[in-house]
């Protein structure tokens, strides 16, 4: 015990040894010189103290050795199947972010094809005649303005004469014997009175005269 523990037994194990040899020695001798053991009456309190002793060294012992036992960390096994789990829930949202970030992509990617193919056709159907051109057929006051600007030009003329195609025009004749010719498509007119014409993005039509004083902002002329 003392080897196991590295504890002092050293008065535990004197006082055994004095009770040992205390109970052996012979202490008289009878008058016939035979040895005679004298009668003692045995003590067992050493006989108890000595077992309590050795009953609590093993209870230390274990108690020491269970100690051990609970010390050492315990090797826990992992529920892979948790784990796998949350792997497979993690792949499953990060295949979801990729395929609406992949849909967005796309969906964007279409919606700029389509709105380039719409201003595409916008611009085709918006485009612009290359030519406009004022044929009168007989001399005639002729008064154009410039729908933008406001800007005011007037002439007499019995000739053709041509105005900016891009621009929009407020056209007033002193009568109405007159042609307009756009992009080579001539578009006839025979009225004896005022003629009034609105020529807006390529497009031309007649205007009655309060249309007229409307779009030139009131003014007759």
């Known amino acids: 015990l ?11 194990k004197n006082a055994g040894v004095a ?9 008289t001798i009878t008058e016939s010189g035979v040895f005679i053991a004298p009668k003692k009456e045995r003590n067992f309190t050493l006989f108890y103290i000595l077992l309590a002793m050795v009953v609590f060294l093993f209870a230390l012992y274990y108690t020491v050795e269970y100690a051990k036992k609970n010390m050492e ?4 096994h992992i529920d892979n199947t948790v784990i796998e789990s949350a792997k497979k829930n993690i ?4 295949n979801n972010d990729t395929n609406v970030t992949i849909k967005g992509a796309e969906s964007l990617e279409n919606n700029d094809t389509n709105a380039t193919v719409k201003a595409v056709g916008s611009e085709e159907q918006k485009r612009l005649p290359e030519s406009l051109t004022i044929a009168p057929k007989t001399k005639v006051w002729v008064g154009y303005i410039d729908v933008v600007s406001n800007k005011k030009y007037q002439k007499t003329s019995k000739q053709a004469f041509d105005l900016d195609p891009k621009r929009d025009w407020i056209l007033v004749f ?12 001539k578009k006839k007119f025979s009225k004896k009175n005022t003629l009034r014409l609105l020529y807006k993005e390529g ?4 205007l009655t005269f309060n249309e007229f004083k409307r779009l030139n902002r009131g003014n007759a002329w």
């Not at 009770?19 to 202490?27: A, L, N």
């Not at 497009?203 to 007649?206: A, G, P, Q, T, V």
């Open 2 to 12: 003392q080897r196991e523990y590295k504890i002092d037994l050293s008065e535990l």
């Open 19 to 27: 009770y040992y040899d205390e109970g052996s020695s012979v202490e």
């Open 73 to 76: 960390a315990p090797i826990e």
């Open 91 to 94: 792949q499953h949202l990060e």
């Open 174 to 185: 002193g009568h109405g014997y007159v042609d307009i010719i756009i992009d080579g498509e």
């Open 203 to 206: 497009e031309l039509s007649e």
